[in-house]
């Protein structure tokens, strides 16, 4: 258990809905990631937030935000779904957000789009 | 931009002898940090091995040793003694070098099996 949970574990869901992908970070990290794992594109990151801002930003689609609250849990939204969203999504901790910090992954949101 | 890529799609190994995954990058920077991730069925990622490109020793953690080559952006990973515990798809990763900023860049995976 890596101390980073992921709710829900399971999304199914039909084209065009919205969803919203929930991570709560180890105790005492400041730095969230987020990135997605489709069978098409390997592990891509998407966007990383640091004490609530913005610190990176990788290849996110403008459907996708996500924003990370003053409790410093995240949340990722993605709208306008289509088929190809369908991909399992991680979110890492760090305590700090440089590269030198052990990311944590948490288990995952498996998302399925019909 | 930088890449990494892993060109064994799938590798297999005897239980107790010693596999090499390979992996390869691209990058202009001169300092950065790679990574090798282990996924097992359980889709857990977990941290293997780290290794920092200003250190020429090569790092090592228990049964799990890397070889890094920087001149040839080459940074491959030996297991010894495999175990079945070992099975998963194990993931090469690379990470600039200081900043705030700490996304990973993943190569595509290698899928091990180990044979009992």
């Known amino acids: 258990d890596s101390g980073v949970t992921q709710t829900p574990k399971h999304l199914i869901t039909a084209t065009g809905q919205r969803v919203t992908l929930r991570c709560s970070p180890r105790?005492?990290?400041?730095?969230v990631y987020w990135y997605q794992q489709s069978l098409d594109q390997g592990l891509q990151f998407l966007i990383q937030?640091?004490?609530?801002?913005?610190?990176a930003k990788g290849n996110i689609l403008e459907r996708f935000s996500a924003q990370q609250f003053p409790d410093l849990h995240s949340e990722l939204n993605l709208s306008s779904l289509e088929l190809g969203d369908s991909a399992l999504y991680f979110c890492?901790?760090?305590?700090?957000?440089?590269?030198?910090?052990?990311?944590?992954f948490g288990p995952g949101t498996r998302l399925t789009v019909l | 931009a930088q890449t990494v890529t892993q060109s064994q799609p799938e590798m297999s190994v005897q239980e107790a002898e010693t596999v090499t995954l390979s992996c390869t990058y691209d990058?202009?920077?001169?300092?950065?940090?790679l990574f090798w991730y282990k996924q097992p069925p359980s889709r857990q990622m977990i941290l293997v091995i780290r290794?920092?490109?200003?250190?020429?020793q090569n790092a090592t953690e228990n049964r799990f040793s890397v070889n890094f080559q920087k001149a040839a952006k080459s940074f491959s990973l030996k297991i010894s003694d495999s175990q079945l515990g070992d099975a998963a798809m194990y993931f090469c990763a690379y990470s600039r070098y200081g900043g705030s900023q700490g996304n990973l860049i993943f190569g595509k995976g290698t899928k091990l099996s180990v044979k009992p």
């Open positions: 105790s005492g990290d400041l730095s």
């Open positions: 290794q920092e490109a200003y250190k020429q």
């Open positions: 890492a901790s760090s305590d700090r957000g440089g590269p030198y910090n052990e990311q944590f």
């Open positions: 990058t202009s920077e001169s300092d950065y940090y």
């Open positions: 937030y640091y004490n609530g801002e913005e610190r």
